[in-house]
């Protein structure tokens, strides 16, 4: 499975952009598709995940501000960004996998497949 990611770019404070990642090769079994990002000097963090079945989750920091969407016949995913902030600066990763286990503090995403990042400033 192959996983290519577009749509970062440079962006005021306020304004919006839409991350599509679109996956190639044997996809037909991947549940869930989703994105991290990373920061300079931070770790690598869930940003917005969603499965197959259309079941979406989020961090807590871009609720109510990013979407996270799903387009199955296509096997793409998209992510719509709006209100952003310069925090949101990071490194944008596409992922995909297979399985989703749960505990108690939520949905653990499995991933199989990073695509390649595609970075997101978010600058006056």
């Known amino acids: 499975v192959q996983l290519q990611a577009s749509g970062g770019g440079l962006v005021q404070p306020g304004g919006s952009l839409r991350l599509s990642c679109a996956a190639s090769?044997?996809?037909?079994?991947?549940?869930?598709m989703g994105w991290n990002r990373q920061a300079p000097g931070q770790e690598r963090e869930l940003v917005a995940a969603i499965t197959r079945g259309g079941n979406t989750n989020y961090a807590d920091s871009v609720k109510g501000r990013f979407t996270i969407s799903r387009d199955n016949a296509k096997n793409t995913v998209y992510l719509q960004m709006n209100s952003l902030k310069p925090e949101d600066t990071a490194v944008y990763y596409c992922?995909?996998?297979?399985?989703?286990?749960?505990?108690?503090?939520?949905?653990?995403?499995?991933?199989?497949?990073w695509g390649r990042g595609t970075l997101v400033t978010v600058s006056s």
């Open positions: 090769g044997n996809s037909f079994s991947i549940n869930f």
């Open positions: 992922n995909a996998g297979h399985h989703v286990d749960y505990d108690p503090s939520g949905p653990v995403y499995n991933v199989d497949y």
